[in-house]
C-alpha cells in the first residue's frame, strides 16, 4: 500500500441509488480500513404503488430498491433516504435538490458525523454529495458509472451544468473505464480523474465443476450451453443474441441459449424467440441473484455481453472469473476488458451475424481456464479497494 493509510479512525459517508451489487460489494470491501461506513440509499417510496400509477414500465424501478443485507459488516450502517418522484424528464431534474435535502435530513436525524463523503453516479447521489461538500467542506470523491457520463451531461445544456458541477466540485473523481474518462474531458472539467473498474466478489464468483452446476441447475450435459445476463431493456442488446441463435441453429443443434434477467423488453423478446422458432434452444430462467448468477456461469461453456454500450460490465469479469471465455461487443467498456483474445472475443454491436460467426469461433476453441483465471483475479474487490483507498489517502493527508 506505500504510505500508512491512517484512516482507520474516521467515517466514510456513501450516498448511493442501491446496496447491492457493485455499490455494496465496494463499500463492504472498504469497511475494513475505516471506523464506521454509513450509507445514504436513496428510495422512492412510490414504488410500493408502482402498479396502480399508469407510467410504462415504472414497476421495473422495484428491484432498485432491494437491499443486500446479507454478510454486512459490522460497522456498515445503511440508511434509506426517501425521495419522492415520477420516472419523467420534469421530475427527474428536480431529483437532485430532492436527494440533498433529503440526505441532510437523514444525518441530521441520526446525528451522523462523517469525515469523507463518497457518491455513486453524477445524478442525484453526485449532487447530493456536491452539495454536502459546498456545505461542510468535507472532501468530497464521485464515482462516474455509465449513463451518468456518457449520455446525461449531453442531452442538453442544463444536464450539461448539473453534471459539471458535480465533478468540478469533486475533490477526485472516480470513473470505471476510460471510454467513460474521454467523456468526462469533453465536459472541461478541472478535478483530477482516475480509472479505477469495478470488481467482483471472489467468495461468490469461483470455478465450480461444471458438470455439478449442471445437474443443480437441471440443465442437459450434451449441450454447449452460451449464458447472458443483464436486464431487458434496449442497450442490453438481447434481441441481436436471440437473432444470432437463429443462425447458429441452423447449421449446430447442440446449443442451448440462456437469458438470465428480467425487464420491461420481456415480452418482446420472448416473442422474437417464438418467430424464429427457437423455443427448445433459448430459454428464460428469469432474475436471479448474485449467487445464482454465479452457478449458472460455471454451467456455461461461453459467456456473452451483446450490449450496445456499457460504462464497464462487471458481470463479464465475474464470467472471467468463474474461468469463462467472453464474446463481448466493442461497446466502450468491453474493448478495455478483452485485451486479448485469451481472453475472449470481440464483435461490433448490433451485428448478430458478427456475433454468430465468433460464438461459433468461442465455442470450438480450447480455451486456456488458468489464463482467464489469472487476469481476473487483479478484479477482485480486495485489490480494486485498495485503488480507491489511494484517492481517500490523497484527498486527507497530501
Known amino acids: 500500500m506505500g504510505k500508512k493509510i491512517g484512516i482507520n479512525n474516521l467515517n466514510l459517508l456513501v450516498i448511493g441509488h442501491s ?3 457493485f455499490q455494496k460489494d465496494s463499500i463492504e470491501s472498504t469497511a475494513q480500513y475505516f471506523q464506521n461506513i454509513l450509507t445514504l440509499v436513496r428510495v422512492n417510496p412510490l414504488v410500493e404503488f408502482s402498479k396502480y400509477i399508469p407510467i410504462d414500465n415504472f414497476s421495473q424501478y422495484q428491484v432498485k430498491y432491494k437491499f443486500d443485507y446479507a454478510n454486512i459488516p459490522i460497522n456498515c450502517q445503511v440508511f434509506k433516504t426517501p425521495v419522492i418522484y415520477l420516472p419523467i424528464e420534469s421530475q427527474y431534474r428536480t431529483l437532485g435538490e430532492k436527494h440533498y435535502k433529503s440526505v441532510k435530513k437523514t444525518i441530521a436525524e441520526n446525528n451522523l458525523s ?9 445524478w442525484s447521489a453526485g449532487y447530493a454529495g456536491a452539495r454536502l461538500k459546498d456545505e461542510t467542506g468535507i472532501p468530497f470523491v464521485v464515482t462516474v458509472h455509465g449513463q451518468d457520463i456518457y449520455s446525461l451531461p449531453f442531452k442538453n445544456e442544463f444536464w450539461r451544468e448539473k453534471i459539471r458541477y458535480v465533478l468540478n466540485t469533486a475533490d477526485y473523481i472516480i470513473t470505471v473505464s476510460g471510454s467513460n474518462k474521454t ?40 449441450k454447449k450451453i452460451i449464458l447472458t445476463a443483464g436486464n431487458f ?14 443462425e447458429i ?3 449446430r443443434d447442440d446449443v442451448l441459449c440462456v437469458i438470465i434477467g428480467s425487464g420491461p423488453l420481456e415480452p418482446e423478446l420472448k ?5 424464429l422458432n427457437l423455443q427448445s434452444k433459448v430459454i428464460f430462467p428469469g432474475r436471479k441473484s448474485h449467487e445464482e448468477i454465479a452457478v449458472w456461469m460455471n454451467a456455461c461453456d461461453v459467456f456473452v455481453l451483446p450490449s450496445l454500450k456499457e460504462g464497464f460490465g462487471v458481470v463479464q469479469i465475474e464470467a472471467m472469473a468463474c474461468g469463462k471465455p467472453v464474446v463481448a461487443t466493442r461497446n466502450g467498456g468491453s474493448e478495455e476488458l478483452i485485451t486479448s483474445d485469451f481472453y475472449g472475443l470481440l464483435v461490433e454491436p448490433a451485428d448478430p451475424d458478427d456475433l454468430t460467426q465468433k460464438i461459433l469461433v468461442a465455442l470450438d476453441r480450447e480455451w486456456d481456464q488458468k489464463a482467464i483465471l489469472a487476469y481476473a483475479e487483479r478484479f477482485t474487490w480486495d485489490n480494486i479497494s485498495k485503488e480507491i483507498l489511494r484517492i481517500y489517502q490523497r484527498i486527507l493527508f497530501d
Not at 191 to 205: A, D, E, H, M
Not at 271 to 275: A, D, L, N
Request: charge should be positive; glycine fraction near 4%; aromatic fraction near 12%.
Open 183 to 222: 467523456y468526462i474531458e469533453k465536459l472541461d472539467v478541472t478535478t483530477p480523474v482516475k480509472v479505477i473498474p469495478n470488481g467482483f466478489p471472489s467468495n461468490i464468483f469461483f470455478p465450480r465443476d461444471q458438470k455439478k452446476c449442471r445437474l443443480d441447475l437441471n440443465l442437459p450435459l450434451d
Open 271 to 275: 416473442r422474437e424467440v417464438s418467430r
Open 114 to 122: 462523517f469525515d469523507i463523503i463518497h457518491s455513486h453516479f453524477t
Open 249 to 251: 441453429s441452423k447449421t
Open 19 to 21: 446496496y447491492r451489487t
Open 233 to 246: 431493456v434496449p442497450i442490453k442488446g438481447q434481441k441481436f443474441l436471440i437473432y444470432a441463435m437463429g
